[in-house]
């Protein structure tokens, strides 16, 4: 009898299958001697859409909401329909005993294991691999270590809760807004809070009214020091500044305080992935949703970093053991840093981080035994397992020291100050790159003691303006939602993407801008949707489905509740709406104005009227041509001669060449490869490629 092992994705199946011994391969599964693995292609079930209920709810109506299905029904995704009829067949075979899920170890892995189950119908025993790394070692332990399926029914409860909520309230808000004001307008159970952030803050930066301060400067002895009135350093009153001036200048400081701290700072502790895309957006400038994709890359293609999706910092004391290994494996690829881990034998100083009670389902974000080979990685890949690699390290190496010296000085009835720090040991700011900046040892202020003297000169005066708070980056943003518990570290980075697709916020200079569409909405929307602290207490309550200490059919029953509400009073509201995005031309097919909208190759006209689906491009399509002046991609352009390029920076034209391509072996073979992946594995096209490869040969 053989088991039947269910992988989220094609990849990590054939990472399953050869580390199992199964080498039979087929269209939907590979086969061995005691395992079969098939894969789902993400989700290949989902919840049934109003319309599959009834057809009446294809066309969009407000007296047809809210739409409160009595039981929340599943259907099969039509475009993976292949994929999961493959399973379907498989799991009729006689020869199974069991089953494995051995999709993503975590909610959303549950949910796409378990619906699955739940459409094949499945009535044998199931089993769980629970792993945090996708190395070999890994696998193996898992698969000797397997737990009871049912140990994880609490997470599927709480995945199903969330699924369905998210459809309630985000579908019929989205409905009742679309149609009450007759444009695309989308809300629901987290983005919209988050939107509601983004706008708080906007308000904030339009009410500021910059106030005009002065800051006094002055050279006592050698010193630069700065003036200052119990800690504050500004003066609200030019006459006052320049009283100050005359006051102090060419007058005698005398020291009146010079206090001497030792200080330190701890290693920090490694990364959980909201801070990862954090960290990453404040130092490279990724989205959230970019640092997420490069790091499933590194786990899941490369093997070289453990499980991406968790919300803890911390290890478990079992892994004390393992930390040796992981040294020894990045040894060559960081010989400078790894001499002192391996020379203490892969002893970890920062002690705090192996702490059972602070680990949820997976512990934080750290590098795995794989030998890495740095040359295999892209330059994003590169730089996302370096930070990730030297936090990490950072654990290994002791505390980081310095000193500061305080001194303040009395200049007639003014007190003025300066500030000293000096390293007395870099710790681990040797290994995470940070630091040396700090290392001011000018040492001017060793041997100052109180009741020494100094001239005063050079006094500067300079006038500044109150500056309002910044709009949010992706890395504030994200901190935002982990604060108020908007998201799941798993779900945050959809959550922005979302907000910038609907074109409700904007990104600029990696700062997040809200539209006009994004400020008319928020204040369409219900007031009791926008609150951080609701969508908090769901997220809380969510989590405590997870942890069995919550009812799910509770939190459903609020859910359904909260959506009647919330549709009533949009319909009954009052309140008024223009798109922002009309423009005067008409639309060819029902004549209705166009809208203009933001493309992926540039703007786009859309039909305003919902019903009528005629669109245009506005702007020329990009191409993949790269300007040889500014480097920016070309426009495709069809003229009498044929298609050229121009590029719209600098008006640069280049005629498009009529060249025959011929394909070689090596780019038949890319081919090949292209059309066999994750997407397409064992697809016909594929098949196709490898005969004709085959009858050339």
């Keep these: 009898m053989k088991s039947l092992v269910l992988a989220e994705k094609p990849s990590v199946a054939r990472d399953l299958a050869r580390v199992l011994g199964c080498t039979n391969k087929q269209k939907h599964y590979i086969e061995g001697p005691k395992y079969i693995i098939t894969w789902a292609l993400g989700h290949l079930i989902e919840l049934k859409m109003p319309e599959d209920y009834n057809h009446k709810y294809k066309t969009?109506?407000?007296?047809?909401?809210?739409?409160?299905?009595?039981?929340?029904?599943?259907?099969?995704?039509?475009?993976?329909?292949?994929?999961?009829?493959?399973?379907?067949?498989?799991?009729?075979?006689?020869?199974?005993?069991?089953?494995?899920?051995?999709?993503?170890?975590?909610?959303?892995?549950?949910?796409?294991?378990?619906?699955?189950?739940?459409?094949?119908?499945?009535?044998k025993p199931v089993k769980r691999l629970w792993i945090s790394s996708q190395?070999?070692?890994?696998?193996?332990?898992?698969?000797?270590?397997?737990?009871?399926?049912?140990?994880?029914?609490?997470?599927?409860?709480?995945?199903?809760?969330?699924?369905?909520?998210?459809?309630?309230?985000?579908?019929?808000?989205?409905?009742?807004?679309?149609?009450?004001?007759?444009?695309p307008l989308s809300a629901g159970r987290v983005q919209t809070p988050t939107l509601s952030m983004i706008l708080e803050r906007e308000k904030e930066i339009q009410a500021f009214i910059p106030k005009e301060y002065w800051t006094l400067e002055a050279k006592i002895g050698l010193m630069t020091a700065s003036w200052n009135n119990k800690n504050e350093k500004r003066i609200f009153n030019e006459k006052k500044a320049i009283?100050?001036?005359?006051?102090?200048?060419?007058?005698?400081?005398?020291?009146?305080?010079?206090?001497?701290?030792?200080?330190?700072?701890?290693?920090?502790?490694?990364?959980?992935l909201t801070e990862l895309q954090r960290d990453a957006n404040r130092r490279f400038g990724f989205s959230a949703k970019k640092t997420s994709n490069v790091l499933q890359a590194l786990y899941e293609q490369h093997k070289l970093v453990t499980y991406p999706r968790t919300d803890s910092r911390y290890l478990t004391t079992d892994m004390e053991g393992t930390m040796y290994d992981r040294i020894k494996a990045i040894q060559n690829s960081y010989r400078e840093e790894t001499k002192i881990p391996v020379q203490n034998n892969g002893k970890v100083m920062a002690r705090k981080v192996f702490n059972n009670e602070k680990v949820t389902d997976h512990h934080a974000i750290i590098p795995t035994d794989e030998r890495p080979i740095l040359g295999n990685l892209?330059?994003?890949?590169?730089?996302?397992?370096?930070?990730?690699?030297?936090?990490?390290?950072?654990?290994?190496?002791?505390?980081?020291r310095y000193e500061t010296i305080h001194v303040s000085f009395q200049v007639e009835e003014e007190r003025f100050s300066t500030v000293e720090s000096s390293i007395m040991d870099l710790g681990f700011k040797s290994v995470t790159g940070k630091g040396e900046e700090e290392n001011l040892q000018v040492h001017r202020l060793n041997d100052i003691q109180t009741g020494q003297t100094f001239s005063v000169h050079n006094v500067k005066i300079d006038r500044k303006l109150t500056e309002p708070p910044q709009r949010y980056t992706e890395a504030d943003l994200l901190a935002k939602m982990e604060k108020y518990g908007l998201g799941t570290p798993a779900t945050r980075a959809d959550i922005i993407e979302r907000l910038l697709t609907s074109e409700t916020i904007d990104r600029q200079n990696n700062r997040l801008h809200p539209t006009p569409k994004g400020k008319q909405l928020i204040e369409l929307v219900n007031v009791e949707l926008?609150?951080?602290e609701l969508t908090a207490k769901w997220e809380a309550d969510l989590e405590a489905i997870a942890r069995g200490k919550g009812k799910g059919e509770i939190f459903l029953q609020h859910i359904r509740k909260q959506t009647s509400q919330l549709v009533s009073e949009i319909k009954q509201s009052d309140k008024k709406y223009k798109a922002h995005n009309l423009t005067g031309s008409k639309c060819p097919e029902c004549g209705s104005l166009m809208k203009e909208t933001k493309g992926r190759d540039g703007r786009i006209l859309v039909c305003s009227n919902r019903e009528c689906n005629f669109r245009k491009r506005k702007d020329p399509k990009l191409s993949n041509r790269r300007c040889p002046q500014c480097h920016k991609k070309m426009e495709i352009h069809s003229g009498k001669a044929g298609t050229y390029?121009?590029?719209?920076?600098?008006?640069?034209?280049?005629?498009?060449?009529?060249?025959?391509?011929?394909?070689?072996?090596?780019?038949?073979?890319?081919?090949?490869?292209?059309?066999?992946?994750?997407?397409m594995f064992g697809n016909s096209l594929a098949d196709a490629l490898k005969a004709a490869m085959e009858d050339k040969d």
């Design 378 to 400: 892209s330059v994003d890949e590169r730089k996302l397992y370096d930070i990730i690699v030297r936090r990490f390290l950072a654990l290994f190496y002791p505390v980081y």
């Design 645 to 679: 390029f121009q590029c719209r920076n600098c008006n640069l034209v280049e005629k498009a060449e009529q060249k025959k391509k011929t394909v070689n072996k090596r780019e038949e073979r890319q081919l090949l490869k292209k059309y066999s992946n994750d997407e």
């Design 135 to 183: 190395t070999d070692r890994a696998i193996k332990e898992g698969f000797q270590h397997l737990k009871p399926a049912k140990q994880y029914d609490a997470l599927y409860e709480s995945a199903v809760c969330r699924a369905e909520a998210d459809w309630l309230i985000g579908l019929n808000v989205t409905r009742a807004l679309t149609t009450k004001y007759d444009d």
């Design 530 to 532: 926008k609150s951080p």
């Design 60 to 123: 969009w109506n407000m007296d047809d909401l809210p739409i409160i299905p009595k039981k929340m029904e599943l259907k099969i995704i039509r475009q993976t329909s292949a994929q999961f009829k493959g399973i379907e067949n498989l799991a009729k075979r006689n020869d199974l005993k069991e089953l494995i899920i051995a999709t993503d170890a975590g909610r959303e892995g549950e949910l796409v294991a378990r619906w699955i189950l739940e459409k094949i119908r499945w009535r």
């Design 243 to 272: 009283n100050i001036l005359k006051k102090v200048e060419n007058q005698t400081a005398t020291v009146i305080l010079v206090d001497k701290k030792e200080k330190s700072e701890q290693q920090p502790l490694p990364y959980d």
